[in-house]
Structures are given as C-alpha cells and as structure tokens.
C-alpha cells in the first residue's frame, strides 16, 4: 500500500516492477509436450525486459481509490500480456519488419514468422483468462470484473489499440493532418494505458466520478506517452532505447513532431501531462504516484 | 425452444443459422472513419459463409439444459469470432498460406497480409467483449458469465486451440504416431467445439453432472468432428467443399486417415458418434438436437 509522505518514484516504479515480474516469471508452466515451443515463444518476449508500465498503472489506479494493489495484479499481468502480443504481431515482417525489441531479437528472429503469430495469439487469449482467474474474483466482485474486462476488450479491439495499429500502418509514407495523427495515437497507444489505470481504479472499488477522472488523466497521459515515444526515436540514445534511433523517419512512420515540429510537439506533451495531473486534483496523496508517473513519462530517456 | 417430437435436423441447423448470422452481419458498426479497412476485413471473413456449427452448439447445449437459447446469443457469436479469427491467421502465407476459403479469396489475398492479421486481432478481442455485454448480463448472473470467460480462453487459447496449431505447423512432412495426432486433433479443434456446447450447458444453468456430460459428449463430438474434416479432404467434391480437395497430403499435413489408414479413421469416427451420444443419456428429448448433430457430423459433405 501507498503510505503517505514523499514519494520516491524511482523505488516505487522498482518494487512494483519487481512485483509484477516475479507473476509474470511464474505464470506459464513449465515447456514440455508438443506445444513447448508455444510457451517458450510467449515467455521470450514476455519476460524480455519491458517497463511494465502498464501493470504499474494499474496498480497505481488501485491506491488511488484507496483498493489494495496486490489484488489487481492479475489484471495487472493481463495488460501486460496484451502489450506483449501486440510488440510480437506488430514486429512481424508483415506489419513493421523489426529485427530488434528492446536489445534483443524480436520473436519472429528467433522462433519463426508463425510460432511468433501464435504466440500473440496465444498471450492475448491468455489475457482473459488471466482476468477470470479466483484470484482475482476472490476479492473483487463479478460484475465489477465483467465491466473492466469490457473496458480492456474495448480499449485493446477494433475500437482501441487494433484500430490505432490499422491508421498506422495505412499511414506509412503518407502525409497526413494532425487529427489523424492523434487518432492514430490516442488508439494505439492511448486507448490500453488509459484503461490500464482506469481498470485498476474500477477494481479497486472506485466511485463513478473517480472512475471518469481517472480516465481522463489517462487519456492525456497515454497520448503523452506515444508523443514521447516519437520524440525519443528522434532524439533517444540508441544503446539506452534497446533499438535504433531514427527509426520512424527510416520507414515514413507518420509522427507528432513530423506533423507539428519537435518544439511544438514538447509543447504539447507538457500541457498534456499538467492537464492529466490537474485531473487528478480530486484525489489525496493516495493519487501522488499517478501524477509523478505523468511527470516521468516526459521525462524518461528509454 | 426446441420442443418435444421428431427433430428436422436440416430445419434445425437452418433455424439456427439464420439467427446467428442475423446477429453477426448487424454486430459491427458501418466502415468508416480511419479504420474502416478492419471493420471491412472483419465482416469479410465473418460473413464469408460458414455452417455456424459452435453457435449452434452453444444454443443447442443451452436447450439441452432447458436453458434460453435466445440468451446465449451473444456467447454463441462469440464463438464464431474466434473460429473466424483462427481461420484467417491459418490461411496467411507465415502459416498454411491459402488462397482461398469457403470457395471465396482468403482475407489476405483481399486485404493483404497486414490487414488480416489485424482483422483476426481484432475478432478475437471483440469475441471477449462480446462475452461481457449486457445481452448476456441482463439473462445470466455475472460469476456464471466469469465461469464460461474462463472455459473458452482456456479452449482458445495456449491450452487449446492454439496449442494444437503449433503442432499441426511442425509436423508438417514429419512422420507422427498416432498420440501426437491425437494431441493436436482435440486441440486445434475438438477444444473448442467442446467448450462451445459447454459454455451454453453452463449459460443455460445446467448442474454440475450435465455440464460434466455435456463436456465429454463436446470432446468426443469434437475429434470426430476433425476426423470427418480430414476424410473430407480425402473423399470430398472440391466445388461443395469451397476448397480443393486433397491439400492436406499436398501440404504433408498429418491426419488420422494417414496415420490410421482411411477404413479405420472411420470406424474411430463413428465410434466416437455412438460414445457422444450416450454421454447424452441423462438428458431427454431436450438434448436431441445435440445428438443428430453427432450423426451429421459424420455425414456431412462439406
């Protein structure tokens, strides 16, 4: 649980990393059978060194309401593995053709183009189980749960990330309007790291007007986030980034400081996150992670 | 309802069918805005034409239990997202790379590849929310709802369906005896043919020993099920089936007939029938829809 007192982001983002790492390291059997290379193929790329950010937020969005953290892990770990198939279908030769994530071969290199395919699948199915397991519905009633997985079916569908990753790779060479970009990013991006704080606030017991604030922030958040992505792939460090820098422009990836220009692009960043902290403005202490993580994400230098 | 008195199996399944497919073709909303592309690729492959077989075991395990079909609808369209979405990830060209599908070009070929894949992403999480929406809420209470959540991801996924995919992909060309065979039959398939007419036992209130017949009647249906589609690709008229006949052994595929011989897949086949149908033996007239279907299955020519 969140204590009250100054928050020293860098410890909390470590501990709860850490807690979300040791489930997800746990989470698949042992890889034995016929299917071994399956579960191999999801564990590589799961448990290949992410932020975990949107676990953590999740988690965050619990505190916030005053619910305790540990019992939406499983949710927690659910978002990840969603993040995680979509990293591994997005890599695939058909959609951007990487060869590196996060320093290390992307799973196609290193399993095949469709034992990498199934093993998106295989995660992002797993995601809702996850969601249903006792130890989650042990502590949060069920129609509290069919509600998040609604959200997080929505946000990660056609109407969310899926539809985000269409616009995107339809956009490729082309130049396109801001409200097309912000489309683009408030779905691809924006839609799972706002439900990711949004879920942990609905299962952590959260009030209607305390639910729709957190979404707020996370919408300001999550499009703060991709825009500091773009930016990072112009001026990150390579070697600390895990891949290579440039990359957007290389391939015609159509980018907020390419619509907007780099400056103006900080810009609006900025106003994103003290925008997302002022939703915050009716939460107590309990919120204060949330709103050093929204400082952190323009910060960040990976 | 299905009500007492001979059963017209083809009335039956056309009944069904027609109810199925008035829920998938009105499910998405119309294409457009910057996704439309998906929304076109999703309906394509969904409304491409299939005999709705899950959602009608699904409705049909509802009545067996003197359930409402009509209530389950939501979970029996569910199912055919995800057999669809399963579909067009097997046909593009990383996999069993198909040209065509039900006599019609496969997604990719129409869309491209980038596309499908994003289309079969997008069923498949769309079948999840599908499971949680107030169609299905208002009917059944939200810890069942949870319970069937938990069966189908459990088919679909790394446990199931996609587990038998990745053994059905490397055995491709090799020689297999027949437990591997086996393995990857009630996988790829049988998993969720059972989970199908489960999840409707389960939805329509069925207690614990019907639901634990109705699963082993699912299984048994399931592998037969499989068996009859490799006969098929063996015995079967190209221009009924939508496909060309013989690909499997085109391919290498390993399939019972060419494990087993053709003569004996048959008799395992129909073995496999007569054992379904006395799992149902509990049940009465109510569960006489789910005991022709076992016989047509075997029957089919398509």
């Known amino acids: 649980m969140w204590s009250k007192g100054p928050v020293d982001l860098r410890t909390y983002l ?147 990330m899926v539809g985000g990753q269409v616009v995107d790779i339809q956009s490729e060479g082309k130049t396109l309007d801001l409200s097309v970009v912000e489309f683009m990013h408030n779905h691809k991006t924006g839609a799972l790291i706002s439900a990711s704080v949004a879920s942990g606030a609905i299962l952590g017991g959260g009030d209607e007007s305390q639910i729709k604030a957190i979404i707020s922030y996370g919408r300001k958040t999550g499009l703060a986030f991709q825009i500091s992505d773009d930016i990072l792939d112009i001026e990150g460090d390579s070697a600390t980034m895990g891949k290579e820098s440039g990359s957007d422009e290389k391939k015609g990836k159509i980018t907020y400081p390419a619509v907007i220009g780099i400056n103006r692009a900080k810009e609006v960043q900025s106003e994103l996150v003290e925008a997302s902290i002022e939703c915050l403005r009716v939460f107590d202490h309990k919120a204060e992670p949330l709103r050093q993580i929204a400082r952190y994400i323009v910060e960040r230098k990976k």
């Not at 502590?139 to 998040?148: A, E, M, S, W």
Request: with cysteine; proline share 6%.
């Open 14 to 160: 470590r501990t709860k990393k850490a807690v979300v790492d040791g489930a997800l390291e746990t989470h698949f059997p042992e890889a034995n059978g016929p299917s071994s290379d399956l579960i191999n193929a999801m564990e590589y790329s799961l448990l290949a060194g992410g932020k975990r950010l949107r676990p953590i937020l999740c988690m965050a969005g619990a505190e916030a309401v005053g619910g305790n953290e540990t019992h939406v892990l499983p949710v927690a770990c659910a978002l990840e593995l969603i993040h995680t198939y979509s990293l591994i279908h997005d890599d695939l030769p058909s959609m951007d053709d990487d060869d590196l994530r996060r320093g290390k071969p992307t799973c196609h290199k290193v399993f095949g183009e469709a034992i990498a395919l199934l093993a998106g699948d295989g995660l992002l199915t797993e995601a809702f189980r996850l969601m249903t397991t006792p130890e989650l519905s042990d502590h949060v009633p069920p129609h509290v749960i069919l509600k998040t997985i609604t959200l997080i079916s929505e946000a990660a569908g056609y109407r969310g």
